[in-house]
């Protein structure tokens, strides 16, 4: 997907404020990588577990098989639970080196610790920092980043779960950490064409943030163990 170079970043209404990160790497043992993600009030835990053995019947011959299970914090996995990890793991086959593991698997678990908004970005989020604790090899970072549209047009970055209860549209993209491009987008509600627009345009411009804390997250943690 493409984003419309006419779009001024300036010229548009919204809060692009993003809520607080936090995140923490290795803190499961079993796991090959591990990583908890917080996004102010919304928080997942993502553990990463291959490349192993396959099953034959999932087996594919020149590539990796990556399966994504989401956990709910209560009861059992829903339709949405479904959609959203189709979603992750569209965005990390695009990004995971997947010829260099042939007949392989990789297993990606997310569980829903909070859920306050955002919670699709927080789970592309806290994947793509299990899989750099894991060392898979890729071919570029990723991040989520939603926005929220509201009756009057205003765009909120990282909404709280009241503010996507109240807005007229949810919007998720994933953005790659080379060239700002859009991975993979989620959307839900009604928008236009411009709206879309500049709803991609705030997502690329807030991934700097995010990619930003990636390093800073990293560099601190590789720090304490030198």
């Known amino acids: 997907m493409e984003v419309c170079s006419a779009v001024d970043v300036k010229c548009i209404k919204s809060n692009s404020t993003l809520r ?19 996004q102010g009030d919304t928080s997942v835990m993502a553990a990463v ?18 399966e994504v299970v989401i956990q709910a914090k209560v009861g059992l996995p829903s339709v949405k639970e479904r959609s959203q990890e189709q979603c ?27 859920d306050h908004g955002s919670l699709l970005a927080c789970f592309l989020n806290a994947a793509c920092m299990a899989l750099m604790d894991a060392g898979l ?25 009241v503010q996507e209860k ?20 989620s959307t839900k509600g009604s928008f236009s064409v411009q709206e879309l627009h500049e709803c991609i345009a705030l997502s690329q411009k807030a991934s700097e943030n995010i990619f930003k804390f990636y390093r800073v997250s990293v560099q601190r943690r590789y720090s304490k163990t030198l």
């Not at 577990?49 to 990556?66: C, H, N």
């Open 88 to 114: 992750v793991r569209e965005t990390c086959e695009a990004s995971l080196l997947m010829l260099l593991h042939p007949r392989s698997s990789l297993t990606l678990i997310l569980q829903v610790l909070h």
């Open 20 to 38: 607080e990160f936090g995140c923490e790497q290795s803190l499961l043992s079993r796991p090959d990588g591990s990583a908890s993600f917080i």
């Open 166 to 185: 109240e807005s007229r549209a949810v919007l998720t993209f994933a953005i790659d950490s080379t060239e700002q491009k859009v991975m993979m987008s």
């Open 137 to 161: 090899p890729m071919s570029c970072l990723f991040c989520g980043v939603t926005c929220a549209i509201a009756s009057d047009g205003q765009i909120t970055m990282d909404p709280t779960a």
């Open 49 to 66: 577990y291959g490349p192993a053995e396959v099953k034959v019947s999932k087996e594919i011959y020149d590539r990796a098989t990556l």
